[in-house]
């Protein structure tokens, strides 16, 4: 059966890179001294870096706003939309995008920027790192609507990072009601934090519960492991191990990026 996925990246199995933006205008780390102007410079090495390792999309997000916000201010959607323009002519490769954690202003910078899809927390309540994080998937969803988004794909994170599902539900359930009651293009399982593990128990029963949604595996995989987790999930998103010694706080490097690109073609082989 033809999915989104083959249509959007022509592949099976399609592995989604992360392009961690540095802190922006208003973060706590942002570097005022160095400005827009380095934060641009460093997403352009980077973007070139996982298109030439071979990756098959690319996500933006603002990865280094920590500590994140549940509801941004405007001048981080703002930024990132500048940044992106600057790039839009460099992407050869299909592109997403992520404002952490605001699923609203992703859509609308997905809009602004033609991005393809957005990942976010869209449904549930959570206890979090963050404070009582709840979510309104029927206001996002009618937001996406009126302001002519509804080709953007949403990519919903039902296992989020840092945070903990209020209600006592199992995630058999949880899937099956998401996917039911609203819509998700795919969804994303992930682990405790960016680059930790993704159980592959957890990914197996979400799979097993999604019907013909897709699933993503969202975090963790790594280069020993990622033909275990794509032979549950239908794609990947890596971020953590494309990074120099595969270490958060660093660049993405384009020989790493091969490394595990070369795993995952191999494996497609094998389809």
């Given amino acids: 059966m033809t999915t989104w996925l083959d249509e959007v990246f022509a592949v099976r199995k399609p592995v989604i890179a992360m392009l961690h933006l540095a802190a922006l205008p208003g973060d706590p780390g942002f570097d005022s001294v160095a400005g827009i102007a380095a934060v641009v410079d460093r997403a352009r090495g980077e973007l070139a870096a996982l298109q030439e390792g071979g990756v098959d999309g690319v996500m933006i997000s603002n990865e280094f706003s920590l ?3 549940t509801q941004t201010e405007p001048i981080t959607a703002i930024t990132m939309a500048r940044v992106i323009g600057e790039l839009l002519g460099e992407f050869t490769v299909p592109f997403g995008v992520n404002v952490l954690w605001d699923g609203r202003a992703s859509i609308d910078l ?10 976010e927390i869209f449904t549930g309540v959570y206890a979090s790192d963050f404070g009582l994080w709840n979510t309104n998937v029927g206001a996002t969803a009618r937001h996406r609507h009126r302001i002519g988004g509804d080709g953007v794909k949403l990519l919903f994170n039902i296992v989020p990072e840092s945070a903990v599902y ?8 949880v899937t099956a009601t998401t996917v039911f009651a609203t819509r998700p293009d795919a ?4 682990g405790l934090t960016a680059g930790a593990p993704t159980d592959s128990q957890a990914l197996r029963v ?3 519960s999604a019907g013909a949604v897709p699933v993503f595996v969202n975090t963790g995989v790594r280069a020993h492991n990622a033909a ?7 794609g990947a998103i890596v971020g953590t191990y494309f990074k120099e010694d595969g270490l958060f706080e660093n660049r993405a490097v384009a020989s790493r990026v091969a490394e595990l690109m070369g795993v995952v073609k191999e494996f497609r082989q094998t389809l």
Avoid: F, H, M, N
């Fill in 228 to 234: 275990d987790q794509l032979s549950i999930a239908d």
């Fill in 206 to 208: 979400v799979k097993d």
């Fill in 110 to 119: 997905a809009v602004a920027t033609g991005a393809q899809w957005v990942r």
């Fill in 166 to 173: 209020l209600a006592e539900r199992d995630l058999a359930s």
């Fill in 187 to 190: 969804i994303c399982v992930s």
């Fill in 67 to 69: 500590p994140y916000l």
